[in-house]
């Protein structure tokens, strides 16, 4: 029987991106999707898709690197699914500015949707977890391909320090069950990812 079966996985950022092949290949797996992202406009399609094939998806659509959204987000998910399962934090912003030239607002949105938000989604859904006494936690983290002279400092920083925070999340909370990773964002993202939990 498949580990993934039955399974609740929420995804942040889950309209594009490897968050949208994620969603579609852990429903195929058998896992209920919880997708949600900022905005409709992706994620509703990408539910859509996914019950059209018999799977069980639902969106929602909230800002992680707010508080009461990010706490909103688990509780409806709660309520809808009974728990959380797997949370994976991809949602992420990287804008493509020259430390020299990057406005104030987009450095801080980087690390408030990146870092922040990913701690917050932590915090709320790693608190959901405890009480079931086990869960995993995936975090997306830069990938090897990354340049470093592609204008993405503000996105690096927030990776940088993403790897810190998923170390002493996974120090933190593996006495309650809870398993935090980094992931590498590369083209094989997917089975990086199945991998994992097929191991649990």
Same mark, same amino acid.
């Given at each position: ?5 039955? @399974? ?5 950022? $889950? ?7 994620? *969603? +579609?290949?852990?429903? #195929? ?5 919880? *997708?949600? &992202?900022?905005? /409709?406009?992706?994620? &509703?399609?990408?539910?859509? @898709?996914?019950?059209? #094939? ?15 959204? =990010?706490?909103?987000?688990? @509780?409806?998910? +709660?309520?809808? !699914? ?8 991809? =949602? $992420?912003?990287? /804008?493509? =500015? ?5 406005? +104030? ?6 690390? &408030? ?16 977890? #405890? ?8 975090? !997306?983290? =830069? ?35 809870? #398993? ?21």
């Amino acid at each position: 029987m498949n580990d993934l079966h039955g @399974k609740v996985v929420l995804i942040t950022g $889950a309209g594009k991106g490897a968050g949208r092949a994620l *969603a +579609e290949a852990l429903a #195929r797996q058998g896992a209920l999707i919880a *997708a949600n &992202d900022i905005s /409709p406009v992706n994620v &509703d399609e990408v539910v859509s @898709k996914i019950n059209a #094939r018999g799977g069980k998806a639902k969106s929602y659509i909230e800002d992680v690197a707010k508080k009461i959204g =990010a706490q909103s987000l688990v @509780k409806s998910v +709660e309520d809808d !699914f009974g728990g959380i399962d797997i949370l994976i934090n991809h =949602a $992420a912003v990287e /804008p493509h =500015a020259s430390l020299l030239d990057m406005d +104030e607002w987009d450095w801080h949105r980087t690390l &408030d949707v990146n870092l922040t938000g990913t701690f917050l989604m932590i915090q709320s859904a790693g608190r959901v977890m #405890r009480k079931k006494g086990k869960g995993e936690i995936l975090n !997306f983290v =830069a990938g090897t391909g990354k340049s470093l002279k592609n204008n993405a400092g503000a996105y690096l920083s927030s990776k940088a320090g993403l790897v810190a925070l998923s170390n002493q999340a996974d120090s933190e909370l593996c006495s309650y069950g809870i #398993r935090v990773y980094a992931i590498e964002n590369s083209e094989d993202v997917v089975q990086q990812v199945l991998r994992v939990l097929e191991a649990k």
